[in-house]
Nanobody
Framework: QVQLVESGGGLVQAGDSLRLSCAAS????????MGWFRQAPGKEREFVGI???????HYADSVKGRFTISRDNVKIAVYLQMNSLKPEDTAVYSC?????????????????WGQGTQVTVSS
């Protein structure tokens, strides 16, 4: 069983930066992608970005140019560097693992999820 734990959330001001981390326990066999999603109060969970097994990355338009995803395959960890934060970035951020070597945008394509970490950006 794979468990994911996020850390690094908090309360920041608009324009600040935060770096979220997500570490996995357990083993993952084969290729996998690691993604970040977020859910704001009263809204659906939405895709933020993904780093594929190949190392390629894709981002939601709303965060492109501000957020950067990286991964450590040895540690089975993924990171989300968030710069120039805006109040609309306020949400619970969750990491997830999708088994396979493709690109995955949908919640139901992911196999394992973390509990999430709160990010609050004040104006």
């Amino acid at each position: 069983q794979v468990q994911l734990v996020e850390s690094g959330g908090g309360l920041v001001q608009a324009g600040d930066s935060l770096r979220l981390s997500c570490a996995a326990s357990g083993r993952i066999f084969g290729s996998y992608a690691m993604g970040w999603f977020r859910q704001a109060p009263g809204k659906e969970r939405e895709f933020v970005g993904i780093i594929m097994w190949s190392g390629g990355t894709h981002y939601a338009d709303s965060v492109k140019g501000r957020f950067t995803i990286s991964r450590d395959n040895v540690k089975i960890a993924v990171y989300l560097q968030m710069n120039s934060l805006k109040p609309e970035d306020t949400a619970v951020y969750s990491c997830a693992v999708a088994l396979g070597s493709g690109i995955y945008y949908e919640v139901n394509e992911y196999n394992y999820w973390g509990q999430g970490t709160q990010v609050t950006v004040s104006s």
